[in-house]
Nanobody
Framework: QVQLVESGGGLVQAGGSLRLSCAAS????????MDWFRQAPGKERESVAD????????YYSDSVKGRFTVSRDNSKNTVYLQMNSLKPEDTAVYYC????????????WGQGTQVTVSS
């Protein structure tokens, strides 16, 4: 089992920045990738960013590329999502998800953290 806890959400004005954290515990040695998703009211869940746990290779959706940066600190079992130049359309609940050997892709999810960007 892997447990994920997100933090760092909040209310920010357009153009501002936030940094989300996702702390993993439990069988963290089995994690091979971590993803950030978001879901806005009335919309489908959207993949935002991805990072390989070992090599650091990253992926970003077109909607956040150039504004968001995903990183990891393996010593803390924590993944971060630095969000800059925030827009009102970034408003959503943000979730992290862990993909693990044995359980598969997106096997574990955090509880989510609300990000609200005011115009």
């Amino acid at each position: 089992q892997v447990q994920l806890v997100e933090s760092g959400g909040g209310l920010v004005q357009a153009g501002g920045s936030l940094r989300l954290s996702c702390a993993a515990s439990g069988r963290t040695f089995s994690i091979y990738a971590m993803d950030w998703f978001r879901q806005a009211p009335g919309k489908e869940r959207e993949s935002v960013a991805d990072i390989l746990w070992s090599g650091g290779s990253t992926y970003y959706s077109d909607s956040v590329k150039g504004r968001f940066t995903v990183s990891r600190d393996n010593s803390k079992n924590t993944v971060y999502l630095q969000m800059n130049s925030l827009k009102p359309e970034d408003t959503a609940v943000y979730y992290c998800a862990a993909s693990t050997a044995g359980q598969g892709k997106y096997a574990y999810w955090g509880q989510g953290t609300q990000v609200t960007v005011s115009s």
